[in-house]
């Protein structure tokens, strides 16, 4: 079945490749970079399967088990254009520009030390060597790297100023996940690329760990009153323990701190990180979304980042730089 399924994509991918992507490269004189417009195709196809599943099924589920009431229908369409700026690869053919020459210098410059990389193939051959061990050695390790990163993004001030725009959401729903300041992305993406880099990760395989990632995230910040029941939300974060994590004077603020940077429930798949270090909080209420200003009561909607794309985006180096 799944060798099936894998034909029919690898069909479908060289099709949109041939006779859609490569004229485009060769009539901007970039022929050249055929070969990597072919794994940027690959983003594009998983980015078109995964818009599908949100539309097809997450949208229904959020109207028949809404948390809230849908008010602000201008903050929902510019989420979408976050989603398709990211999921269609428009950013990623940004970053391969950026990132990838980065990348390649860095490579070269460690191996002229010798340093090799600690594939996770290699660590137990006979056991990690199988394609999905190893791809599930790599969603636990990437999955742990994720929690750290996001945690720590709660942690200083200057990177919580970035990811601050994320949290600003007041109308979650399943198109929220993307809404992030390019440069919080930016840094991400590099920080990924070379943790990648040092566990060899495929970029077959890479490419399917985050789309994974992905739908699970678009999942967990609909607007879907949703749990797992007792052990299921500790063996996935589900809607309802991510909502918890962007509740209003909640979820990023230290527990009994007001005005304090910290917060809960920053795992990205698995919660077995929050419960592990300790930030796990399983409540069985549905609160308010967003950020608070300095010292108003919890409840509300908390404060406004602008309402679009750009002054979202301005807001945010507005205040890495203390101008607002």
Known sequence: ???ALNAWIGQVEAALFQDVILPVVYQLGLGGYAEDAFTGTEWLLVGLVQIAVMVLILGPLEKLRPVEAVTDRAAIRTDILYTLVHRLGLFRLAMFFLLDPLMDALEGHLRLLGWQRI????????VTSIPLVS??????????LDYWYHRLSHTYRWWWSLHAVHHSQRQMTLWSDN???????MLRDVVFAAAALAVGVEPSQYVLLVALSQLLQSLQHANLRMHFGALGERLLVSPRFHRTHHAVGVGHEAIGRPGRLGGCNYGVIFPWWDMLFRTAVFSGAYYPTGIR???PPPAGKGRDYGAGFLSQQWYGIKRLLRLG
């Open 135 to 144: 791809f599930l050695v790599y969603l636990l390790l990437f999955d742990l």
């Open 1 to 3: 079945m799944f060798d």
């Open 179 to 185: 809404r992030n300041h390019l440069l919080d992305d």
């Open 119 to 126: 594939n996770v193939e290699d660590w137990w051959p006979a």
């Open 293 to 295: 200003d300095q010292m």
